[in-house]
C-alpha cells in the first residue's frame, strides 16, 4: 500500500463516520461533535473528522499534546461528561475554547486507547443515561473502523522502515566507509545510469583520474591515521565542488575518479587546477592543527570526449594519470577521446 492508497482510505473512512456524527449532533443538541485519534508514541491527539456549527474554533486536523487534551483530563477524573468544564478546568484547552459542557468516550481496538469520541457545546448542558447508552454503542462503531485504518497505517510505517533498512543497506554496500565516497560497487551503478544519459543526449564530458602523490612514504612517515586524514580531505572537497550531476568516487588505496557529465574542457581543466590548489592550502590548515609538516599534492589524467562518456575513457583517464605522475607531481595531462585513446 502506498501513500496514494492510505490516504484514500482515511477519506474513506471520514465519511463512514459523518453520519455518525451527524446523528448524535441530532439527539444531544451539542454543537460540536468530533473523533479523535490517539497516538501514544507521539502522545498527541488529533481531530480527525469534525461535525460543527462553528461555535467552537475547532478544526479537522488540529492537534494536541496528550498533555493538554481534554480527553485526558475527563478520563482521569474517571468522568464521561461535565457541563462544569469551566469551572472544574478553568486553564484547559476546552476552557479556552469557551466549553462549558464536555463528553469525551474511549474509543478503543483490540484492548488498547486508540482514540475517543467527543462533544462540547458553549452551553451547559446534560446527557441522559439513554444518550450516553447511544454514544458508548457509537463508539464501539466507531472503534472497528479506526483500528482497521490504524492496522493500515502501521502497515505502511512497516514498509517504509524496510525500505529505508534496504536503502540504508544499499548505501554501505556501495559507499566506502572511510571517505562516504562511492566505492566500485557504487561507481559501476552510476557509471552505467550515465551511459545510458549518452546514448539519449550525447555531450561534452569528462573523467579525471586523481591521484595523491607520495601517499605511500606519507603513511610510512606519519602513519595511517594521518594518511586517513589525507584521504577524508581529499574526498570532503570533492563532495564541496562537485555538481549534482557529477559523481566521485574511491578506486582504491589513494586513486580517486571523477566523473563529469555535461563539462567542456575548459571547465574540467579549471577544476582539475582548483582542486590541487584547495587541497594544498587544507593541507596547510591540517599540518598547522597537527604540527606535522605534509607534503603532498595531486597529480591528476583528464580523459575529455565531446561526444558523452564512454568506456574507454576510463582507461584513458588513467592513461593521462600515467603520464603526469611521469612528469613530476602536481601535474595535469589531458587526453582527447578519441584521438588517445588506446
Request: with cysteine; proline share 2%.
Amino acid at each position: 500500500m502506498n501513500h496514494a492508497n492510505l490516504e484514500q482510505q482515511f477519506i474513506q473512512l471520514q465519511e463512514a463516520m459523518r453520519p455518525l456524527l451527524e446523528l448524535i449532533k441530532e439527539f444531544t443538541s451539542l454543537e460540536t461533535i468530533f473523533v479523535t485519534y490517539i497516538d501514544p508514541v507521539l502522545s498527541n491527539q488529533k481531530v480527525i473528522v469534525l461535525h460543527t456549527d462553528g461555535a467552537l474554533a475547532l478544526k479537522e486536523g488540529a492537534e494536541v499534546d496528550w498533555s493538554d487534551s481534554m480527553c485526558r483530563l475527563i478520563f482521569n477524573e474517571e468522568q464521561v461528561v461535565s457541563d462544569q468544564i469551566d469551572q472544574l478546568f478553568p486553564l484547559s484547552t476546552g476552557a479556552d475554547l469557551g466549553m462549558k459542557t464536555f463528553f469525551a468516550l474511549p474509543v478503543n481496538y483490540k484492548q488498547n486507547l486508540i482514540g475517543s469520541l467527543c462533544g462540547a457545546s458553549t452551553r451547559r448542558q446534560s446527557l441522559s443515561e439513554d444518550d450516553l447508552s447511544k454514544l458508548n454503542l457509537i463508539a464501539k462503531a466507531i472503534s472497528y473502523q479506526i483500528g482497521q485504518w490504524q492496522h493500515l497505517v502501521k502497515m505502511q510505517q512497516k514498509l517504509e522502515q524496510a525500505d529505508q533498512q534496504t536503502q540504508n543497506l544499499k548505501k554501505l554496500a556501495e559507499t566506502d566507509p572511510l571517505t562516504e565516497l562511492y566505492n566500485r560497487r557504487g561507481f559501476a551503478r552510476c557509471w552505467k545510469d550515465s551511459l545510458d544519459q549518452t546514448e539519449k543526449r550525447p555531450q561534452n564530458s569528462a573523467i579525471l583520474a586523481i591521484d595523491i602523490d607520495q601517499f605511500k612514504q606519507l603513511n610510512d612517515h606519519y602513519g595511517h591515521d594521518l594518511g586517513d586524514q589525507v584521504l577524508c580531505t581529499l574526498s570532503d572537497l570533492l563532495r564541496r565542488l562537485i555538481r549534482e550531476s557529477d559523481f566521485a568516487s574511491r578506486a582504491g588505496g589513494d586513486e580517486f575518479i571523477l566523473v563529469l557529465p555535461d563539462t567542456n574542457l575548459n571547465g574540467c581543466q579549471t577544476l582539475a587546477n582548483r582542486l590541487q590548489s584547495e587541497f594544498s592550502n587544507a593541507l596547510i590548515d591540517q599540518t598547522v592543527l597537527t604540527d606535522q609538516t605534509i607534503k603532498t599534492g595531486l597529480s591528476i589524467g583528464i580523459a575529455h570526449s565531446q561526444t558523452g562518456l564512454h568506456e574507454d575513457m576510463l582507461l584513458l583517464a588513467d592513461k593521462a594519470l600515467y603520464q603526469a605522475k611521469a612528469l613530476a607531481s602536481k601535474h595535469v595531462v589531458c587526453l582527447s577521446w578519441p584521438n588517445h585513446a588506446t
